[in-house]
Nanobody, 113 residues
Framework: QVQLVESGGGLVQPGGSLRLSCTVS????????GAWFRQPPGKQRELVAL???????NYASSVTGRFTISRDDAKNTVFLQMDSLKPEDTAVYYC???????WGQGTQVTVSS
């Protein structure tokens, strides 16, 4: 059974930083692409960033230069470092393994003063 468990969300002021973590079990994470999606209040889910098994990355234009996705295959973990956060980054963030369609339960990120 594949499980993805996110952590690291919370409340932060504009301009602040958060680091999300997602630990994967039940599959060989090292051969998979990992991704982060988010769903802002009242809006559809959107891709934030992804990282392939070889380490190539891709970002949504709205987060390029502010967010960094990385992975530690030895720990079956994918990270999302979020800097210079803005109120419009407020959303539930989901860890995803696209192959197989596996999703985590989501973690809330709120950016507000």
């Amino acid at each position: 059974q594949v499980q993805l468990v996110e952590s690291g969300g919370g409340l932060v002021q504009p301009g602040g930083s958060l680091r999300l973590s997602c630990t994967v079990s039940g599959t060989i994470f090292s051969i998979n692409t990992g991704a982060w999606f988010r769903q802002p209040p009242g809006k559809q889910r959107e891709l934030v960033a992804l990282i392939t098994s070889s380490g190539s990355t891709n970002y949504a234009s709205s987060v390029t230069g502010r967010f960094t996705i990385s992975r530690d295959d030895a720990k079956n973990t994918v990270f999302l470092q979020m800097d210079s956060l803005k109120p419009e980054d407020t959303a539930v963030y989901y860890c995803v393994i696209p192959r197989g369609g596996y999703w985590g339960q989501g973690t809330q990120v709120t950016v507000s003063s």
